[in-house]
C-alpha cells in the first residue's frame, strides 16, 4: 500500500495469499481511493466464496495459478486496453502539450521532448496529485529517496520548465509544487 500511494501506479497484481495482509484487503484499500486502475489477482484457490468475494472489484482477471503465460498476458493487455480507454496512458496538459506515460516523454505538437527519469517521476507526482499542492519534502522523498541539498529539486523543475512552451508548474516558495488547472 505504501508502494501505491507514493508512486505512480498504473497496474496492480495481488496474490490472494500474501504475508500480513491479503490481495483482497489490499483491493479494497486500492478501490477506496482508485476505481479505474486496472486490478489482476493470481491465488492457487478456485473456492466460489474467494471468486465471489472479489466480484465487486471491477477485475481485469482472476488468475488460477500456475500461471499460464497467455493467460497473463491477455490480462496485461486488458488493462492496458483500460488505461488507455479511460485516457491514463497521454495526458493532455495544454492543447499543445501531451505527457505520454509509456514512452515518459512530452509531446509538444506532436514533436517529442525526452524527459530525464527525475523530470517524469517528478510529473507523474503532480498528475497522481492534480489541483492540490505537493510537499517539497513529499516529492524529495519519492523521487531521490530522501532530502537533497536545496537546489536540487529547484534546479530539476527549472530545466523542465525550460522544456515546457507555456508554464504549466506552479510553485509555492519553500512548500512544494502544483500543477496549474487546465
Not at 49 to 75: A, H, T
Request: aromatic share 8%.
Amino acid at each position: 500500500m505504501r508502494m501505491f500511494q507514493k508512486k505512480n501506479i498504473h497496474i496492480v497484481i495481488l496474490d490472494y495469499v500474501m504475508p500480513f495482509i491479503d490481495g483482497y484487503a489490499v483491493a479494497l484499500e486500492i478501490r477506496k481511493t482508485d476505481s479505474d486502475i486496472p486490478i489482476i489477482i493470481t491465488s492457487s484457490f478456485t473456492e466460489k466464496e474467494k471468486l465471489l468475494g472479489v466480484i465487486g472489484f471491477n477485475l481485469v482477471s482472476y488468475l488460477e495459478k500456475p500461471l499460464q503465460f497467455n493467460d497473463l498476458m491477455e490480462s496485461l493487455k486488458q488493462s492496458v486496453e483500460r488505461l488507455s480507454h479511460k485516457g491514463k496512458l497521454k495526458i493532455a496538459l495544454s492543447e499543445e502539450i501531451v505527457y505520454d506515460s509509456i514512452r515518459k516523454q512530452l509531446l509538444i505538437n506532436g514533436s517529442e521532448e525526452p524527459l530525464t527519469k527525475n523530470e517524469y517521476l517528478f510529473l507523474e507526482i503532480l498528475f497522481a496529485k492534480r489541483s492540490m499542492l505537493v510537499m517539497t519534502e513529499y516529492i524529495e522523498e519519492c523521487i531521490y529517496e530522501g532530502s537533497v541539498a536545496p537546489n536540487t529539486l529547484r534546479n530539476m523543475v527549472y530545466r523542465l520548465r525550460k522544456k515546457l512552451p507555456v508554464d504549466l508548474i506552479v510553485t509555492i516558495k519553500e512548500i512544494g509544487y502544483m500543477l496549474k488547472p487546465l
